[in-house]
């Protein structure tokens, strides 16, 4: 099988069993398995997050919308990911007020968009490891963490764009990779493996009412907007 179609089968596989892939990616490592390298989880991860890049026309407006719809003005439940709330907030009104024109706009956002996404992968990543590893006990490694991580998030790369749907997104991505992810790679006991996830979950519904997002507007902000600004 090729490299594109073992990414697509993988993707697959965590679509039709999203609790089934952890502990065969288990198995196959405890085999002594290498085919699921880091740079194949980083190659993987670029590749499906090329997909809500390229929507950047087509979610945008409808996540806009949504928003604006709401009887609850809770931008977070229309976006599966904090990236794509940075990036319809701030970056891409940004971008746009210096260009002034929608298709330069999308095309300067897609590799920021991929970036973005990447940067937040490796950061994560990097906590997680911490956590799981020196506070929680577990065994695994820095890559087992980025594996987590990065398959985890199939489901908000694919499907938080659409509207009313990211929170579900949301939920199912931070499900798969805190407690069922880390649990199997890093053999954390499911009691200790749900502990980070339950502080998580509070910290959503905390920030949600008392700010109304877990994404408060940062620094960009003060970055002065062009002359197509609104």
């Known amino acids: 099988m090729s490299s594109l179609g073992r990414m ?11 609790f089934g ?34 929507l950047l026309p087509v979610w945008k407006p409808l996540t806009g919308w949504a928003t604006q719809a709401s ?16 990036m319809a907030r701030e970056i891409y009104p940004l971008v746009y007020s210096y260009l002034g ?18 940067a937040t992968l490796l950061f994560g990543a990097a906590f997680m490891h911490l956590v799981f590893r020196y506070l929680l006990g577990g065994d695994g490694r820095l ?43 890093y053999k954390v006991s499911w009691n200790r493996a749900f502990i980070p996830y339950g502080l998580f979950t509070l910290f959503i519904f905390f920030s949600w009412g008392m700010i109304g997002t877990v994404s408060p507007p940062g620094l960009m902000t003060l970055i002065p907007r062009g002359p197509h600004s609104p």
């Open 8 to 18: 697509v089968s993988d993707a697959w596989f965590i679509l039709r069993n999203p």
């Open 21 to 54: 892939f952890f502990p065969a990616l288990r198995e196959e490592r405890n085999a002594g398995s290498k085919g699921r390298t880091v740079g194949y989880v980083l190659a993987w991860f670029i590749l499906f997050s090329a997909v809500p890049s390229l």
């Open 71 to 86: 009887v609850v003005r809770i931008p977070d439940l229309h976006f599966g990911n904090a990236v794509y709330l940075t």
């Open 101 to 118: 024109d929608p298709l330069l706009t999308w095309l300067i956002c897609i590799p920021i968009l991929m970036i973005d996404f990447l």
């Open 143 to 185: 890559k087992d963490a980025l594996a987590v991580m990065a398959f985890g998030d199939l489901p908000s790369l694919l499907f938080g764009f659409l509207p009313y749907s990211a929170a579900v997104g949301l939920a199912w991505t931070s499900l798969l990779q805190i407690p069922v992810g880390f649990h199997y790679l």
